[in-house]
Every structure is written in C-alpha cells, then in structure tokens.
Nanobody, 122 residues
Framework: QVQLVESGGGLVMAGGSLTLSCAAS????????MGWYRQAPGQQREWVAT???????EYANSAKGRFTISRDNARNMVYLQMNSLKPEDTAAYYC????????????????WGRGTQVTVSS
C-alpha cells in the first residue's frame, strides 16, 4: 500500500505564511500527479493546486498569486508554500497523489493523506 503523510499545518495570523509538506511512502513504482485539497468545516473538499509528473502546475483561483506548489521526485514529496494567508484559508489541507503501484498493468490509484489543519486568525 501507499501512505501519504502531511505536515506543516498550524495557527498563523492573517498575512502570514506556512509551508505544508506531504511525504509518500510504500509500494511506489512512480508518482504521477500530486496535489493539495482543502476542506473547511461544513463545506465540501475543494481543489487547491496540482503538479504533474513533468512539473506542469495548475492552481485554483483562490490560490493563484499566493500559493506555490512544488515537488521533490527523488524524495516522493510535494510541498505547498502559502503566503499572504487569509482567515478564509482556514481548513484541513489534504495531499493527493496518483501512484503507479504495478509496473506491468500501470495500475494508478489515487491516495489521500489524513490532512493537516491550517488555522488563520484575523
């Protein structure tokens, strides 16, 4: 199996910065796209940013200009640097990865981490 573990969440004042990390481990042949999602209390999980295996990046409008996604393929990690944080960024942030787990069939399921809480105070 594959495990994703997020870290780096915490409490920060509005305007501050945080960097989230996500480490993937387990039966990994290759990791394709990696991304970040978030879920605020009482709301649906929403997409934040994605980085493809070739480094192509997309951001949700809420993240553009403030958040930066990056990855370290050698370490199977993805990061989310968040600047100019706002109270509305408060949410649990989840890592997602498309992981090739079978070299013969190229079976590529999605995996999720358990999340890390980000709280932005006003």
């Amino acid at each position: 199996q594959v495990q994703l573990v997020e870290s780096g969440g915490g409490l920060v004042m509005a305007g501050g910065s945080l960097t989230l990390s996500c480490a993937a481990s387990g039966r990994i042949i290759r990791i394709d796209a990696m991304g970040w999602y978030r879920q605020a209390p009482g709301q649906q999980r929403e997409w934040v940013a994605t980085i493809g295996k070739y480094g192509n990046i997309e951001y949700a409008n809420s993240a553009k200009g403030r958040f930066t996604i990056s990855r370290d393929n050698a370490r199977n990690m993805v990061y989310l640097q968040m600047n100019s944080l706002k109270p509305e960024d408060t949410a649990a942030y989840y890592c997602n990865a498309e992981v090739v787990v079978d070299a013969i069939t190229s079976y590529t399921p999605h995996f999720w981490g358990r999340g890390t809480q980000v709280t932005v105070s006003s």
